[in-house]
């Protein structure tokens, strides 16, 4: 008889860390694409451009390491605590599903790495970094209007799981 290693039930919600960790990403994320999305482009430690276009250059490599990091701990907690089953649904919406999240911790990991070896290392990763936005865009939308399609066409609860963390 083969050995199967012993299965924990699944959590019918995100826990609390979980959801901090979510709703941080996002916000930095959000800001990463819509605020700080060119910082002007100088050498580090140039006298080229004045203080805050060098801060805002700044914020947008500290928040990308920020965003590196807090991802790097998302994956850790959710191998560690797992997450709640799938809501029923048809094949097509659990495999979109599947593949959207995978992109979104792929690009949450793609982006700054590439930015850290464009910008720390001088390595031509820049183009590669500048393609994720458009993709991170189309994801974002894909995955809001997925939630308000669960929220308001299904009714399932689906945000709840990520707003209210499990007991």
């Known amino acids: 008889m083969a050995y199967s290693a012993p299965t ?19 916000a930095l994320v959000a800001w990463q694409l819509f605020f700080s999305d060119h910082p002007p482009r100088i050498q580090p430690g140039s006298a080229q451009l004045s203080v805050w276009a060098r801060t805002w250059e ?4 500290w928040l ?3 965003v590196l990091g807090l991802v790097v701990i998302r994956i850790v907690l959710r191998l560690a605590v797992g997450a709640p089953s799938p809501v029923e649904t048809n094949r097509i919406q659990a495999t979109a599903a599947q593949v959207v999240h995978f992109l ?24 590669l970094h500048e393609l994720g936005q458009p993709a991170f865009i189309a994801l974002i ?10 929220q308001f066409v299904q009714r399932d609860g689906l945000i709840r799981r990520m707003v209210v963390p499990a007991q």
């Open 141 to 150: 939308v894909a995955h809001v209007a997925a939630a308000l399609w669960h």
């Open 64 to 66: 990308g390491l920020a």
């Open 104 to 127: 979104f911790y792929a690009l949450l990991v793609f982006m700054p790495v590439t930015g850290i070896l464009a910008w720390y290392f001088g390595l031509p990763t820049g183009d």
């Open 58 to 61: 700044s914020s947008h490599v």
């Open 8 to 26: 924990r039930p699944r959590p019918a919600s995100y826990s609390l860390a979980q959801i901090v960790l979510h709703w941080s990403i996002a």
